[in-house]
């Protein structure tokens, strides 16, 4: 699912994580992928979203940004 067909708007590229979770136990398509971090962005308009999270861990209130959308999964980074 990309970005902007989940409530019919674009996101920003920006957000604060609303919740977040660290996988270690995947789905089989995953495996390779572990440890990785799961979060729910929180976007300006109040829509939110569940992404990865890529480089440094990121925690409850922490702003992230877009970094790049694979296989319909959105990639999100802390933002500095």
Do not use: N
Not at 3 to 8: L, N, R
Not at 54 to 75: K, N, Q
Request: hydrophobic share 35%; with cysteine.
């Amino acid at each position: 699912m990309r970005c902007d067909d989940t409530w019919g708007g674009r996101v920003t590229g920006r957000g604060i994580v609303y919740t977040e979770s660290m996988v270690h136990s995947p789905t089989p398509q995953f495996a390779g992928d572990v440890p990785y971090q799961l979060a729910i962005v929180e976007f300006p308009d109040g829509h939110r979203l569940t992404v990865r999270i890529e480089g440094e861990r990121a925690s409850i209130g922490d702003p992230v940004e877009l970094v790049e959308e694979r296989a319909g999964v959105s990639f999100f980074r802390k933002s500095v």
